[in-house]
Each structure stands twice: as C-alpha cells, then as structure tokens.
C-alpha cells in the first residue's frame, strides 16, 4: 500500500472542495474523504452528491444523452440485482476496507427475502435504490403492469429498510433491469420524479470470466472514459473477487469516489393512475 503525506492529503482535499464548488449547480455537495475512517492511505469517499430528478431526470450515457456532471478522474459505484447473503456482504466487506460508499439497486423479491441485508447496506451509509420486483423486461408488457412491477419492488424494498411498504419511494432512484425503458415509463418516473440510472460504462460482469479478465477489461473502460457512473452486480462471484484490485487500482491511479444520495427535501407522488 502506497503511503500518502500529510501535505498530499491537505491537496486533495481541497481539490475536492474545489471540486465541490464547481458543480455546486447540481445540488449542496459536502466533503466526505474518509472523516472517520480508520486508515489514512484508504481510498475513502471524495465528496457526496445530492442529485436532484428535477435536474437529472435520467443519467448514463449508456441508455441517455445526459450523465451526472462529475470532473475528471471521479467515479460512483453502482451494484445491481441484490441483495444477496454472502454475496453482498463480500461487496459490502471490500467497501469497508477503503471506506468507499456506494449505491445499490436492489430487486425487490431479494429484498423481500432477505431484509436484514437490506438493513446492513443502508446500515453501512450506502444509498438504496430500487430494480423492480422481479428484474423482467419491462419493455414487454403494457406500461400499468410494468409499472405496477416497479411499485411492487419499491414498496418491497422499503418494507425491509422502513418497515412500512408504499409505492412512494423513500429514495428517489431507479434502474431498469437490462436498461430496458420505454417512453411512457420514462415519462411516467419523471413526473413522479424518480430519477432512472443507466450507466456511463460497466464490467460486462455478466459474462463468463475470471476475476483478473474482469478486471483488466474494468480498468480498460475506465482509463478510456475517465471518470462516470460504474455498474457493477453484487451477486455475481467474480466481480466480488475483482472489486478489492478494482479498488486499490483507483486508489494507486487517483481516482476519486463520488457517494449520490437524493436531494433533500424532496417529495415524490404515489400513483396516479
């Protein structure tokens, strides 16, 4: 592990706040590099993004024209289709060690099995998001029953973290599994103002390789792009193996991590149809 000087630190955060104060547009944006985090050459969290759906209704330049205005060299980190035991808690574990936040997209029959992994991600300082009930292809059926698919998972997911279940999200993000949309459904979230996610690039994790393959194809894209939106899957063996070299790699090549949460203050309809 490489060590970092005190005045190296000191740079950097205030990079960060400089940072902070050029995309200041987007919403409040506070320093977050690894307060209180126990290892000082840790990765750590740069800076968190209150992201507004009014503002950015969709983002991933994968799926959509507009992406979240992050500078050069800064990354969020998204895992999709958990939470899964063992799985998660892996992710969850490699997380910790650089004191990194990330946002997971969760399906809502998982979360429905397994609320206490749901309790733990939130637990951790992570945002959750929302992937439907059951991961289908919602460009398939009739926009009512997709969405009704949609609210089901959303109120799934916030049963395990709050308790109570309700179509109008405690969180305003979303992902449609496969990146599948419609028109009418991206109009329908809008004016409900959940914002959707696709992705600026991701690490294929879906196909057969191995941890090491997985991560050169990673560090690939990413020097390509440079900065952007990551999808990742959590449940996925090989990508919970790679993500401690992934992490270290953006750690020994500067790289920073951006934690969204929703902007504050925020009220979201239930549905209206």
């Not at 997971?104 to 998982?110: A, D, I």
Request: glycine share 4%; hydrophobic share 40%.
């Amino acid at each position: 592990m490489r060590n970092v000087s005190n005045g190296t630190r000191s740079k950097r955060h205030a990079l960060a706040l400089l940072v902070a104060i050029t995309v200041a547009p987007i919403s409040l944006i506070t320093s977050a590099r690894a307060a209180d985090c126990p290892r000082e050459d840790a990765l750590g969290t740069s800076r968190v993004l209150e992201v507004d759906p009014a503002t950015y209704p969709r983002v991933g330049l994968k799926s959509f024209p507009q992406t979240l205005p992050l500078q050069d060299h800064e990354i969020v980190l998204t895992f999709d289709d958990g939470p899964t035991p063992g799985r998660t808690d892996q992710v969850l574990e490699a997380l910790a060690a650089e004191c990194v936040r990330a946002t997971f997209f969760m399906v809502g029959r998982n979360a429905t099995d397994h609320p206490d992994m749901v309790r733990k991600v939130a637990r951790l300082g992570h945002t959750v998001g929302y992937h439907s009930w059951d991961h289908p292809h919602l460009n398939k059926p009739s926009t009512d029953e997709a969405e009704a698919n949609i609210d089901r998972g959303i109120a799934a997911v916030d049963k395990a973290l709050h308790g109570t279940a309700s179509t109008t999200p405690k969180t305003l993000f979303f992902r449609f599994p496969y990146f599948e949309s419609t028109p009418e459904l991206l109009d329908v979230l809008e004016k409900r103002g959940i914002a959707v996610f696709g992705a600026d690039f991701w690490a294929s994790d879906w196909v057969k390789m191995t941890p090491e393959e997985e991560l050169k194809l990673l560090t690939a894209r990413l020097e390509a792009h440079r900065k952007g939106i990551i999808l990742l899957h959590d449940p996925q063996q090989r990508t919970d193996d790679m993500l401690p070299a992934f992490l270290r790699y953006l750690r020994e090549h500067e790289y920073r991590i951006v934690h969204i949460v929703p902007a504050a203050a925020k009220v979201v309809s239930d549905r209206t149809h």
